[in-house]
């Protein structure tokens, strides 16, 4: 039994331009939903005729492989793909852009599929197919407005050339596709052992450095935290040696940093031009001298011209990675809670406005030095563990003692889950940022796909 899902949103660019984000390179994986992603093995061609894209997709917890073909294309107007191969009876989903009024246009997905077993898997899983795809095309358009709002704003300067470092994580990867989709050009830069690969920097108007090892995955025994220094300060002072030899550097480097260089500050307020250093327990003292470190390492670039802005970055919210994606599987079985008495405060910011705050600081040029990548509303731990089963629907009183968290993590505890910091957006505040998800609860329901009546 057939049937049909259908959702219009208006967008803020012309139709020719909705149509053009869509056949830049990255346009699937930008709008592939990080809370239930499907993994691309193969694609063959754009988005004419005979393209064909092999995906693995997951219904429950199994695993189904689809295929499918663009049976239609119409420059500027349509494109269709149809299932193959896979999970549905039938799908045959038509992209269509219409012009609406005043340089805007209307975005516009329909979907005809049948579920396989005929009537009784139409019975069965009806009701959980439309909620899936209500839930997808509603963070799909609301991110497909925001990339275009934000690029928008400087259509009218040449698109840039970005030589982005540490492509492969969670910010760098997402960064990739926001630009490209926006019509610049990304260059990954690859290791040469412990160095940068110098021609990856080659012709770069901004160099975005977010290489290094992930600070959370070990325990920080002598060998982890001297691969942490390795993979962040030297590897920077080689990349800033890398932009000296260069005829032409490039006009921007945007920093990797974290709030982690403020150390244990309890509650204390802090902003862009508060005090930093090794302070609290060991753990935050390392973290806070790993950042100083790695920060001074990359303000040599202003001997070169190049105007240097540090992002202190707050817990990153992506369903994709980071804390939030590890605390998914215990808060969903209702295990979570506040870690170490939830009093120590939590600077956070979504994903979204992360790629919105390096684009900004990408053309803005009062921006420079330390900046605050984090929403102006911190959370205590303890209200961040509420607001999360709030979302996911599931209780969040099941407490994690501080000694437990220092037993299993080591110094690793008090560096990244227990130190404190209230840090503000104060830069950001000036120049007039606007974020996309100013609140926690905005966050985390758009990250874990929980906008508007989606269950």
């Known amino acids: 039994m057939a049937d049909t899902y259908v959702k219009r949103s208006p967008m803020p660019v012309s139709v020719d331009e909705l149509f053009a984000w869509h056949a830049r390179e990255g346009a699937f994986e930008r709008l592939n939903p990080a809370f239930d992603p499907v993994e691309v093995e193969s694609r063959e061609g754009g988005l004419e005729v005979g393209a064909r894209t092999v995906l693995k997709m997951r219904v429950g917890v199994v695993w189904h492989r689809w295929v499918a073909v663009h049976t239609a294309y119409e420059r500027g107007r349509l494109f269709r793909d149809e299932q193959e191969a896979g999970p549905f009876s039938t799908w045959k ?44 095309f509603l963070y799909r358009h609301q991110l497909l407005k925001a990339d275009l709002e934000r690029h928008a704003r400087h259509a009218s300067r040449p698109r840039l050339t970005v030589a982005v470092t540490g492509a492969s994580g969670l910010v760098g990867t997402t960064l990739r596709h926001f630009l490209s989709t926006g019509g610049h050009t990304v260059k990954v830069v690859s290791r040469l052992g412990s160095r940068p690969d110098p021609r990856g920097l080659e012709g770069a108007d901004v160099v975005v450095n977010l290489a290094g090892a992930p600070v959370a995955d070990e325990r920080w025994t002598n060998e982890r935290k001297a691969l942490l220094i390795e993979s962040r300060v030297q590897y920077t002072h080689a990349l800033v040696e890398a932009m000296r030899a260069m005829k032409t550097p490039p006009r921007v480097l945007l920093q990797g940093s974290a709030i982690g260089i403020y150390g244990e500050r309890g509650d204390e307020a802090l902003t862009e031009s508060s005090v930093v250093g090794a302070r609290g327990p060991r753990g935050a003292a390392f973290l806070a001298g790993l950042c100083s470190d790695w920060e001074s390492e990359a303000l040599a670039a202003e001997d070169l011209g190049v105007r240097v802005v540090l992002l202190r970055t707050g817990l990153v919210q992506s369903a994709r990675g980071g804390v939030l994606a590890r605390l998914l599987a215990p808060f969903k079985a209702g295990a979570g809670g506040p870690i170490g008495g939830g009093r120590q405060w939590q600077s956070w910011i979504s994903l979204e406005d992360v790629l919105g705050i390096l684009y900004l600081a990408m053309w803005d040029d009062s921006l420079k030095g330390p900046l605050n990548v984090v929403a102006p509303a911190p959370v205590t731990n303890a209200e961040y563990g509420r607001m999360l089963g709030q979302v996911l629907a599931r209780p969040a009183v099941m407490p994690l003692p501080a000694f437990a968290m220092r037993a299993a993590f080591g110094e690793l505890a008090d560096g990244a889950m227990l130190a404190s910091q209230r840090v503000r957006p104060t830069a950001l505040e000036r120049v007039g940022f606007r974020f996309l998800h100013p609140t926690l609860e905005e966050a985390l329901r758009f990250a874990l796909g929980r906008l508007g009546g989606a269950p």
């Open 93 to 136: 989903h038509t992209h269509r852009f219409d012009a609406g009024e005043a340089s805007t246009s209307l975005m516009h997905d329909e979907i005809e599929y049948a579920l396989p077993m005929g009537a009784l898997g139409s019975a069965l899983g009806s009701r959980f197919t439309r909620a899936a795809l209500e839930r997808t």
